[in-house]
């Protein structure tokens, strides 16, 4: 065991198997006291519709009025509706570091398009608003073919939020936690492959075995899988800067980089290995931040009695209006030998109230109108408490897009701490990618835009990154419906109002999916204002009694008197 230290907590970092079971244990045993497991499931299943699970009655119709996740889905795309761009500035303004900076940019760029970055981003973002959490993986694949003399690429995987166990859980900050847990369910097949690629022998192949865990959704095929932990750890290590001391001496500086073990059963699947990495490849968002707990709450939590409301009060109203709103038929069954009614069975009486009566229809009770508009009420207040009002969800004609606009912004206030929390995130995602291409990516060629525009491939090696003093500038910007609209009115009302008058300005202000072929109109526009600037030069001169063609012949510094 070797000795960590972690916020000036000193402890030892357990390395056995059965220690790390424990640890996996005792991780899995704060979870269950914060009942993150049973939150965890019932957020999952009001969310996709299931909001009658376990509910015994089964004579009551079962409606689902899902108002979560028509929420929780404009909540997400009111998030990735942001475009995320990547920027590296060096803070040395050299030539030659800003051109390194532009490449290192733009290959982030194209690794984050290869991985579908964005993609992920928002399954991360539907985890983190359902279950509470969102967390990225990052691991290299040292396998994968690039075409170059250097393998390998980096891989984003999606983790759920009771899949990943902090060694700290009072705490989110991921790179002050002294261990991390990742816990994966695999196949048998695939872990005994995975061991036997690693060296192990075939008695130790033999003796894994599968096990059941109670701690993730749907997992009723126990008998086939195994749970697989990796444990992810930080260990100092003195390193050489390439510098001299005044003695001739190198000069060596004291450095954190992660390890990670893997651990199936009682057995190690991998041994103790240095990633070199000087941070852990995990990115973590909470939706909403928790008190002493590194796991956060989701929207939805708290709102789960107002949907069930919704639906009781639904499903007592459809039964009712099944079994009154139609008139019962009573009749006399001493006078008629049988009756039916299509709607509602016919009730035989012995003997009618009335005398003389033959049939009667029962007068069905007035159902009050209170009960829905107290429906309607519930999900508009939650909706509202929520930040998601109708003008939020479309829910309106777009005849002023000005007042539509101020109420958008408005209800998305609710979540500017949650976008904050995202843009924190990718951040976060992004120095984890730099780090790992430092170290994994090794030489490679990659494409370079030149001085004059045009691109070529170019070495670079990426190993420089672990020595290059940069700022990390993340931009985010927001480019939805109607902010695209808005500004096409703003530029027309400009246009018409006379306060614009260059129509060049005007077509490359406005946003390219306002105008088809955007480019190409701006060059005709260009041609034509060139030609009517010859045109009446020509005119002036010709005015002037000055022939043009002689002005041609002029040298280029003779002016005119």
Known sequence: MTEQNSGGLKMKIKKKPKEIRAEYEKAKAFNQQINLYDTVEKNENFYAGEQWKGVNAPDLDKPVFNILKRVISYFIAMLVSDDIAVSIQPFDYSDAAAQQAKIISDQIKREMERCKYKSKTRKMLRNCAVSGDGCFYHYFEPDVETGQLNK???SVENIDNV???FGNPFSYEVQKQPYILIVQRRSLESVQEEAEMNGLSQEVIDSIRT????????????EKLCTVII?????SKKVQTGEMDVTGNPVEREVKSVHYIKVVNNVVLKEETDLEYSLYPVAYMNWEETKNCYHGRSPITGLIPNQIYVNKLFAMSMMFTQNNAFPRLLYDGGKIEEMSNAVNEAFDVDRMDLAGDVLRYTQAPDFSSQVLQLIDTTIERTRDFLGASDAALGNVKPDNT?????TQQAT???LELQRLNFYDFVEDSVRILIDMMSHDYGTRKVMAELEDGSKQP???DFSVLQNLNYDLNIEIGRTNYWSEIAQTTTMDNLLNKGVLTDIELYLESIPDSAVSNKAQIIENVRKKMLEQQQQAQAMALAQAGIDP?????LPADAGLI
């Open 152 to 154: 390998g690429v980096i």
């Open 163 to 165: 899949n990943i166990l």
């Open 211 to 222: 096990e059941s865990d109670d701690t993730n959704m749907n997992d009723d095929d126990a």
């Open 231 to 235: 444990k992810m750890f930080k260990e």
């Open 402 to 406: 000005s007042a539509i606009i101020a």
């Open 412 to 414: 998305a206030i609710p």
């Open 458 to 460: 170019v070495d670079v």
């Open 549 to 553: 063609a002689a002005m041609q012949q």
